[in-house]
C-alpha cells in the first residue's frame, strides 16, 4: 500500500475507499492535533502514541483502538477478545456510527495523555 493516507485510500476501490475517508475526517475533527501516517500497513492516528487505526479489509473497514478495553462502550460497539485493542467492523459506509467514534477518538486521546504511549508498556 502507499506511503500515504492519500495513497492508501487511493488504492481502494468503492465503498472501502468512501468509509476510509469518512473515518478518516471524523478522526481528523475529533482530534485535530493527532498526526496521521501509514504505519503497519495501515492509517496510524498518534498523540503521545498511537491511538487509533483504520484498516481496510476485503469485505469490512475496521476502525480500531490501542486502549480499545479502557473505553466506555455504552453500545457495544467494540470487538475483539485481545488484551487492549478493540475494533469496530464496518460493513458498509452508511453503517458508520460517527458520533460514537469520535467520542472514542477523544477519549482514547486523553487515554494517551494520562497513561503515555500504549507502546511502550503502560
Known sequence: MGKTV?????????WRA???????????EAAPEASEAVKWAQ???????????IKAFKNHVN????????????????????EKM??????DVNDIP???IRDFVQAA???NQTKGDPTKGQ
Open 63 to 82: 476502525i480500531g483502538f490501542w486502549r480499545g478495553v479502557d473505553l466506555d462502550d455504552p453500545h457495544v460497539l467494540l470487538q475483539g477478545d485481545g
Open 43 to 53: 492509517p496510524i492516528y498518534e498523540s503521545n502514541g498511537p491511538f487509533c487505526y
Open 86 to 91: 478493540r475494533h469496530i467492523k464496518i460493513g
Open 109 to 111: 486521546v486523553k487515554l
Open 98 to 100: 460517527g458520533e460514537n
Open 18 to 28: 468512501d468509509a476510509v475517508t469518512q473515518l478518516r475526517e471524523i478522526v481528523r
Open 6 to 14: 492519500d495513497e492508501y485510500i487511493a488504492g481502494l476501490d468503492g
